[in-house]
């Protein structure tokens, strides 16, 4: 079993930026490929970013491409988000994902963090 753990959200100004962190216990995340999802109030959850279990190959939502960043430390058994440009269409709670079993599909899902950015 792995446990997800996300942390950094909060409350920004459009604009700004975010670092989300998504920590795992229970086995390591080197050998899994971890994305990120998000939910906005209303709507279904959509495929934000993924990354290999190498670190390499990140894939991007068209509406986030550009200004947000996935990357990992596989030492930290760790996955980021570097959130930049943030609008309030970003609003969502951000899930953190692991062990990817089809493109959008995976085993493990953390509890969430709130991401709110003001106009």
């Known amino acids: 079993q792995v446990q997800l753990v996300e942390s950094g959200g909060g409350l920004v100004q459009a604009g700004g930026s975010l670092r989300l962190s998504c920590a795992a216990s229970?086995?390591?995340?080197?050998?899994?490929?971890m994305g990120w999802f998000r939910q906005a109030p209303g709507k279904e959850r959509e495929f934000v970013a993924a990354?290999?279990?190498?670190?390499?190959?990140?894939d991007y939502a068209d509406s986030v491409k550009g200004r947000f960043t996935i990357s990992r430390d596989n030492v930290k058994n760790t996955v980021y988000l570097q959130m930049n440009s943030l609008k309030p269409e970003d609003t969502a709670v951000y899930y953190c994902?692991?062990?990817?079993?089809?493109?959008?599909?995976?085993?493990?899902w953390g509890q969430g963090t709130q991401v709110t950015v003001s106009s």
């Open positions: 994902a692991a062990d990817r079993t089809a493109k959008y599909e995976y085993n493990y």
């Open positions: 229970g086995r390591t995340l080197s050998n899994y490929a």
């Open positions: 990354i290999s279990w190498r670190g390499g190959s990140p």
